[in-house]
């Protein structure tokens, strides 16, 4: 099973338009039992730019692949680089309001679980237990020789003592933590190996071409299973990650609710589609289920 491919999705226009009153997802909430998914449109107004959404990355930048990762030394130069210096940008955002009204929800029991499809860790900063991280996180690293994990602290550590003059000024921040720079910028960026054995260090995500582990998929299978109704937020689902539990959901007569700004791969599936910022959408549901957010 291959993930995150980089693939094309035209949006067709044979669906009306998504609507404005976020009444719907209040009633599903209310009823508890609601699994969230969200995507990379829930942390956009944290600083952290989307792929697909206006202005998205994927209009000036090629995420990195697995076979390019594990394939090419000068690939790994270019990744570490770039993830290092967006890095010191990525690791500072911080949870936004929609980060923290799901953790509002989940803390009043209305969640059955939260899957994000996110590396950013701003779910688990807002409060919110038990998240499954589905593409993995970027604050670990893991060693593709020997298996070790690490903290992207300590790496951010050696990797800033062995490139002490590296500091170029980058073109923006992608979605998975790297910034934009030339090859002339990267230089003879010093990539470093495993401490343990000098093996080939990878953040614990999964890149683009890469399979998301089966009992992780598994679990998410589960959630979707066990819950009430699936809630999206802020995810193009342009690729199968997310939208395989879209359509399990509805295949089991489950509501499907989504909220993103722009047409979703999944909106044929949906009992609601709601065209709202997810900050302001959100607060909106907290308000007329009278849950108070913390600020």
């Keep these: 099973m291959r993930m995150r491919p980089t693939l094309s999705w ?18 599903a909430l209310g009823a508890g039992g609601v699994l969230v998914l969200s995507g ?13 959404g206006e202005g998205g990355s994927l209009s000036r930048h090629s995420p990195m692949t697995y076979q390019d990762f594990t394939a090419d030394a000068q690939a790994r130069r270019r990744y570490w ?6 890095w010191r940008t990525f ?3 911080r949870p936004n309001a929609g980060h923290r009204t799901v953790a509002a929800f989940g ?5 059955s679980g939260v899957i994000t499809q996110n590396v950013d860790g701003l779910h688990q900063a807002a409060g919110s237990e038990d998240v499954v991280e589905l593409h993995g996180s970027l604050d670990r690293v893991v060693c593709l020789s020997c298996g070790a994990f690490s903290p992207r602290r300590e790496l951010g550590r050696r990797l800033a ?4 003059d590296f500091a170029p000024v980058a073109a923006g921040l992608n979605p998975d933590g790297d910034a934009d720079l030339t090859d002339e910028q990267v230089g003879d960026f010093r990539v470093m190996p495993c401490a343990l054995c000098g093996g080939i260090l990878k953040p614990d995500v999964v890149f683009f071409g890469e399979a998301v582990p089966p009992g992780r998929v598994e679990h998410c299978r589960r959630l979707v299973r066990e819950a009430a109704s699936l809630l999206v937020l802020g995810s193009s689902l342009t690729v199968m990650s997310g939208l395989r539990f879209v359509r ?7 509501p499907v609710l989504i909220v993103n700004q722009g047409p979703t791969r999944g909106d044929r599936h949906a009992a609601t589609r709601i ?3 997810l900050g302001a959408a959100l607060t909106t549901v907290a308000d007329q289920l009278g849950i108070p957010v913390d600020n």
Excluded: F, M, W
């Design 10 to 27: 035209t949006p067709t226009d044979d669906l009306p338009p998504g609507g404005t009153d976020p009444g719907p997802v209040a009633d």
């Design 40 to 52: 990379a449109g829930i942390s956009t107004e944290s600083g952290i730019p989307d792929y697909r």
């Design 81 to 86: 680089a770039r993830s290092h210096l967006g």
């Design 91 to 93: 690791g500072r955002a």
């Design 107 to 111: 803390r009043h029991g209305l969640l």
């Design 161 to 164: 003592e062995a490139n002490a």
């Design 248 to 254: 399990q959901a509805d295949q089991a007569g489950k």
């Design 275 to 277: 065209a709202l910022p």
